[in-house]
């Protein structure tokens, strides 16, 4: 990938590929309206989109509108919480519970550091307004007896531990009312799971049956990514996507930026899927039961710190007799994008680790990766590993290509005099340089196939290492302890320059447009600056890359020129 030629190739589909997706975002196919969505089972249904944090009676399937009560404003302030949390760790999280509603507000990721070497833990979920991220549930009634993600439940204790040898472990919160209606919110962490379960356990005490639905949702602020200066702009979290998923057996994997939220509302019925809001590296998920008919809806929630953004699930309705009892249960998935593990936990959601249009390249690329880090223990030599198998693969044709530019090189003395000879009448010197060319036997783009086939590649291992959360954070050798932080040395970039530098000597010129070959002088330069702020992994593969090239290039030359001076030789004589 050295190859001044390649760069700007690369450079050029780039932008093309850029202009496309934001083309596709702006004037691209459109989500329907909420107000007329087709289900899965190819229904239409009307209903509105939320407009608060707690489910209006219109987005309760089978609620009674009349005899429901009114529902908070959009900018009504949340109760209060409670004053302490209930505090669960086990061997992966740790995780706060509000009393007040059973809302998770926190979640701290204990295997992953915010930075190397330091005891603070990426928390997900957080109170914090600038970075607010809460995983809510409850139950809805259009009879308005029913503890939403703001009644306030009772709690055993206060504090939880995963038991060394203990395979899971159970945290109960209550909520009474005085018609009878007792519910037991339970949430259950298992041992090495990211994923957590929680279960209503609903029995009714009192004289008449109560009907009502569960609700689960996440609401969160955007996440703040630094975007200023030129560190910004090489920033890989910048370039990754941020904002609300969901999945369905019909439709698979859909999202929703943030900036779309008013323009494009979820209002749509899904059995199997799932609902999620989603960062760099890490997310968070609500998981119905598969069999379930859940309805999905997305909203904007005002705040007094700003607008929030909502994305929720509602199961059917279920009727609960005098003397009765029923549980409702769901997942809620709070951790990183294992793309080894998450398709264990629920069809689908390996996709929130989006490749985007280069999915089909990028997951069997991260699997070999993976297999090779099994192999080496270390994510640089499984990066270099896999550019050598990459390198293999493309041999031949990456051969066709430095045969071609090695003939078109022994060619730069009389393109130069046809250029001497023509000066300025670009029309004639095109002429003599393809008779040229043909009399030869050499194909000026026999090297561009073997670019072309190789940049949805290239595209690909980009977007893999981009978006492996298994890389985050990984040392390498040396003084290179962190694949996803740049270089602190620039030992890299200024390796990466020098085979740039190799590559243009060996690169023909003649015939090249003066612009042209002033910008590709420049490129080493501009290019070594740039990767200076780039994670040492993507560096690491195009150094890698680019000096396993120029020695193939270096040496099918040399092959060549050898070959000519033997056959002159040999006809001297």
């Known amino acids: 990938m050295t190859n001044p030629r390649m760069f700007l190739l690369v450079a050029l589909l780039a932008l093309g590929y850029l202009s496309w997706a934001q083309w596709q975002t702006d004037y691209g196919p459109k989500r329907p309206a909420a107000a007329a969505t087709t ?110 993600h703001q009644a306030l ?32 919110k339970v949430f259950v962490f298992e041992r090495g799971s990211y994923a957590i379960t929680q279960r209503h356990d609903i029995r009714n005490e009192g004289s008449q049956a109560w009907t ?95 607008t929030r953004y909502l994305i929720r699930a509602v199961s059917p309705s279920v009727s609960i ?3 009765g009892e029923q549980a409702l249960s769901a997942r809620l998935y709070v951790g990183p994008k294992l793309q080894s593990e998450l398709e264990q936990v629920a069809p689908g959601l390996s996709l929130t680790i989006d490749y985007g249009m280069f999915t ?14 099994a192999l080496t223990g270390n994510w640089g030599f499984a990066i270099i590993l896999l550019v050598l198998l990459i390198k293999a693969a493309f041999f031949k044709l990456s051969e066709a290509q430095y045969r071609s530019m090695a003939k078109m090189r022994k060619l730069q003395p009389r393109v130069a005099a046809l250029k001497e000879r023509y000066g300025d009448d670009k029309q004639k010197m095109n002429q003599a340089m393809l008779e040229l060319y043909q009399k030869e036997k050499i194909n000026p783009l026999g090297g561009c196939l073997p670019m072309l086939v190789q940049i949805p590649v290239f595209f690909a291992l980009y977007w893999v290492l981009l978006e492996s959360v298994e890389l985050r954070q990984a040392p390498f050798i040396l003084w290179i302890q962190n694949l996803t932080a740049p270089d602190p040395y620039f030992v890299l970039p200024v390796l990466n320059a020098a085979a740039m530098l190799a590559t243009q000597w060996l690169t023909p010129m003649a015939g090249m447009d003066p612009l042209q070959a002033k910008i590709m ?37 040399r092959r060549i020129e050898g070959g000519e001076k033997a056959a002159a030789a040999a006809k001297a004589k």
């Open 321 to 323: 007799a005098p003397g």
């Open 360 to 373: 089909i390249i990028s997951d069997p690329l991260h699997w070999l990766l993976a297999k090779l880090h």
């Open 521 to 557: 002088k420049f490129m080493p330069v501009v290019f070594s600056v740039l990767f200076a702020f780039f994670p040492a992994g993507l560096v690491l593969y195009w150094t890698v890359n680019g000096v396993l090239s120029l020695a193939q290039q270096w040496i099918i030359t």
């Open 39 to 148: 289900t899965d089972a190819g229904a239409t249904s009307t209903a509105a989109a939320p407009s608060a944090d707690v489910p209006a009676p219109s987005d309760v399937p089978g609620a009674s509108a009349s005899a429901a009560p009114t529902a908070p404003s959009p900018e009504a302030a949340a109760p209060a919480p409670a004053a302490d949390p209930v505090v669960v760790t086990t061997d992966v999280l740790r995780i706060e519970i509000d009393p007040r509603g059973g809302t998770i507000v926190a979640a701290d990721l204990l295997a992953y550091p915010v930075q190397p070497k330091q005891p603070e833990r990426v928390r997900l979920l957080s109170t914090d307004p600038a970075s607010f991220f809460v995983a809510q549930s409850g139950l809805s009634s259009a009879s308005g007896v029913a503890p939403d």
């Open 212 to 306: 009502g639905n569960a609700y689960r949702q996440l609401q969160r602020v955007p996440h703040h990514v630094d975007r200023s200066g030129l560190k910004g702009y090489t920033n890989t979290e910048a370039y990754s996507f941020a904002g609300a998923a969901w999945y369905s057996p019909k439709d698979k994997f859909q999202k929703l930026a943030f900036d779309k939220f008013a323009k494009e509302p979820v209002n749509s019925t899904v059995s199997g899927g799932w609902v999620a809001l989603l960062q760099h590296y890490f997310f968070a998920a609500w998981i119905p039961n598969a069999d379930e008919q859940e309805t999905f809806s997305t909203a904007e929630v005002k705040h007094a710190s700003g």
């Open 153 to 184: 439940y009772e709690t055993e204790q206060r504090e939880y531990t995963l038991a060394d040898g203990a395979a899971s472990i159970e945290v109960p919160l209550t909520w009474r009312d005085a018609s009878g209606l007792v519910v037991r």
